[in-house]
């Protein structure tokens, strides 16, 4: 991103650009960036293609058109498949390509083997814009804050991205939530994040263990039915239900041998603030009662493959014993 954010500060571009990665958030953001500093709100001089079905004759046609009163011809293409295929002579041209044109390609899916990977890595810039981690992701949202005079302490912050989620897209949404709940407030509070932000079914189903683990039973099954309201599929439950105690079991045989937040991050590969989540939890069960989760976990998609219970008896059969085991 560091080549992005110079060339758009600088103002000096590049034939032409990749965007592709895991973060669609961000391939969206510098697809605009890079359109907004290269042409601005020039709309006579750009050419946007989308889809598979991209006319290469057509675009290398407009390609070679001079801009009209401008410095530069800006085209953009997206979703094209161009980097998983043949693109016909598409890579040849991008050396012969005029000076005054510039392409920007935003693409879902990528081969770094392809032809056109190949030239656009050796004429121009291709960016993988991964997921972020969380340390970006908590200075990406303390930037957005503070453009609002907003602050907030790092308990509250933790809170916020647990019930945000990592997808920046949701957690853009969120902040914009937020802000707006807050109108002339400028202190951040844990108080604020629940009334607020809607936690994602992945909290509910770590609230919903933590509930097991304390012997609530009245707060698991009142998740429980969170859940069904919101019509999520009993096999998804099931499945983030078993991930959840996997990763539980996982985190408690990892303390043990005495792995921190850390470590235990890198290794699950969550955010260090759900890492520390899960040792909370975890310390609240036995390994024993751990493992047995897992394998009632197994059985209770193994009974639906099978097709002894339908997924809801399985799953709500699941949930009533693992409350027996944590009473």
């Not at 969120?174 to 407030?185: F, P």
């Not at 992945?202 to 097991?212: P, R, S, Y």
């Not at 897992?294 to 099978?306: G, I, L, P, Q, R």
């Not at 002894?308 to 008896?313: N, P």
Request: charged share 30%; proline share 3%; with cysteine.
């Amino acid at each position: 991103m560091k080549t992005l954010n110079q060339d758009i500060k600088n103002g000096t571009f590049k034939p032409v650009y990749l965007l592709f990665g895991e973060e669609a958030f961000l391939v969206k953001s510098y697809k605009n960036r890079l359109r907004e500093a290269i042409i601005g709100d020039d709309t006579m001089n750009l050419g946007i293609f989308t889809g598979k079905e991209v006319d290469i004759d057509q675009l290398i046609s407009l390609a070679d058109t001079m801009p009209f009163f401008s410095e530069r011809r800006l085209i953009i293409v997206e979703d094209s498949g161009l980097f998983k295929k043949d693109a016909g002579r598409l890579p040849d041209y991008l050396g012969q390509m005029p000076e005054t044109t510039h392409l920007i390609f935003a693409e879902s899916e990528v081969d770094k083997r392809s032809r056109m990977y190949k030239k656009v890595k050796e004429l121009g810039y291709p960016a993988e814009l991964k997921t972020q981690t969380e340390r970006e992701l908590k200075k990406w949202v303390l930037q957005l804050l503070s453009k609002e005079g907003i602050r907030l302490t790092e308990a509250v912050m933790d809170r916020f991205l647990s019930a945000a989620g990592t997808d920046m897209n949701r957690i853009r949404t969120e902040l914009d939530k937020v802000i707006s709940y807050l109108g002339d407030r400028k202190i951040l509070t844990a108080e604020d994040v629940d009334a607020v932000c809607a936690p994602q079914i992945e909290g509910k189903i770590f609230d919903m263990t933590a509930a097991l683990a304390a012997k609530d039973r009245k707060r698991a099954m009142a998740l429980y039915f969170d859940l069904k309201a919101l019509r999520e599929p009993p096999m998804r439950i099931l499945f983030l239900i078993a991930r959840q105690y996997h990763q539980l079991l996982q985190t408690k045989e990892l303390a043990r041998e005495g792995a921190g937040r850390e470590e235990i991050s890198s290794r699950l590969k969550v955010p260090v603030f759900a890492a520390g989540r899960l040792l909370s939890q975890a310390s609240r069960y036995r390994e024993e009662e751990l493992e047995q989760a897992v394998a009632a976990c197994v059985e209770a998609d193994y009974s639906v493959k099978t097709g002894k219970m339908s997924d809801v008896l399985a799953l709500e059969t699941l949930i009533v014993g693992l409350e027996k085991e944590s009473l």
